[in-house]
């Protein structure tokens, strides 16, 4: 890959310093979902409160850009509404359809841009993304 010096940087450091990775003790909500393309798998936790993502934490194993994505996502929605999470989701998914999009609440993700010249990366950076959405259809339900 051949990402700007600056934004594989930012991927590194996510990667090799990861944030909120881990689990929950209690019983918080928990989604598996894996990128066979890959061989990414991620186990996300969310701690849903009030229309709050409250918490939220990563375990799995996988390449630098499905790892550092689940640092970035984790960050990104903490204490944000479940709503501003989604349109989050959503932007991150414009962002890997090649459009210019700003993250001014969570800069660091704007590094994983570049992936979108890179087809078959999209997948690994989406798929903490699209665990977080499967969490948040599954607390739903439960209401
Ligand atoms: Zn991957």
Known sequence: MNLDDLYRRVIM???KNPRNRGS???DALKIELNNPTCGDRITLQLKVEDGIVKD???S???CSI???SASMMTEAVKGKTVAQSLELANRFSDLMKGETVDFEDYEDIEALSGVNK???RIKCATLAWNALRKGIDE???HQ
Do not use: C, K
């Open 56 to 58: 939220a934490r990563y």
């Open 118 to 120: 890179f087809p078959a």
């Open 139 to 141: 607390e739903q339900q």
């Open 60 to 62: 799995g194993e996988g």
């Open 66 to 68: 499905s790892m550092s």
């Open 13 to 15: 450091d996510h990667y």
């Open 24 to 26: 929950f003790e209690d």
